[in-house]
């Protein structure tokens, strides 16, 4: 059974780096069946999706961002932890949200959903 | 960028009855890459249906999917108590990005 375990830091001042890691039991970030996500919901509800990771058997790692956030947000993978890291800087209270990490099935090569989620880590930007 | 309306905002439904939801696309989605998603209070999203109509590992038979195109549909055929929860659709056809709908609440009437 996969499992994904959120940590990082509740609170954040405006104008800093948010960073949320997700720790990966029972698959591997560099899976080649798997692409590895973050999603937000805000404060009234809806679900934005922010970007994704994923290795490919050619030996490369692709990262690939929405537009609403492109140019703030990284996101890592580290295959020594097996864990994978959201990173958005130059955060304002409207990056106030509940962030989820989440595993995209792979399957013959086509997409089947987001069918595991970590907790979901909730994080407040304020000074 | 597609834009994922859905319809209607809160169904307030009765226990047994059926539930339809709608998840309508700005542009025809590819082969129908769909996938609805439930959502409880304080608890991440669980993955419902994909490819528009295929159901998830372990989701009861009661939930279906179907449509195609710009128009597509989550049907719940008799609702349990349990069922009463906010649904999301989302989109994974036609642009690297995997958007969602701004959600339907389905409440108890």
């Known amino acids: 059974q996969v499992q994904l375990q959120q940590s990082g830091p509740g609170l954040v001042k405006p104008s800093q780096t948010l960073s949320v890691t997700c720790a990966i039991s029972?698959?591997?970030?560099?899976?080649?069946?798997?692409?590895w996500n973050w999603v937000r919901q805000s404060p009234s509800g809806g679900l934005e999706y922010l970007g994704r990771t994923y290795y490919r058997s050619s030996s490369k790692w692709y990262y690939e961002y929405a537009l609403s956030v492109k140019g703030r947000i990284t996101i890592s993978a580290d295959t020594s932890k097996n864990q994978f890291s959201l990173h958005l800087n130059s955060v304002t209270p409207e990056d106030t949200a509940v962030y989820f990490c989440?595993?995209?099935?792979?399957?013959?090569?086509?997409?089947?959903?987001?069918?595991?989620w970590g907790q979901g880590s909730l994080v407040t930007v304020s000074s | 960028e597609i834009v994922l309306t859905q319809s209607p905002v809160t169904l307030s439904l009765s226990p047994g009855e059926r539930a339809t939801l709608s998840c309508r696309a700005s542009?025809?989605?590819?082969?129908?890459?769909i996938a609805w998603y439930q959502q409880k209070p304080g608890q991440a999203p669980r993955l419902l249906i994909h490819a528009a109509s295929t159901r998830a590992t372990g989701v009861p038979d009661r939930f279906s999917g179907s449509g195609s195109g710009t128009d597509f549909t989550l049907t719940i055929s008799r609702l349990e108590p349990e069922d009463f929860a906010v649904y999301f659709c989302q989109q994974y056809g036609n642009s690297p990005m995997y958007n969602f709908g701004q959600g339907t609440k389905l409440e108890i009437k």
């Open positions: 542009q025809g989605i590819n082969a129908g890459y």
């Open positions: 029972g698959d591997s970030v560099s899976s080649i069946s798997a692409v």
């Open positions: 989440t595993r995209g099935d792979i399957y013959r090569g086509v997409f089947r959903g987001f069918d595991f």
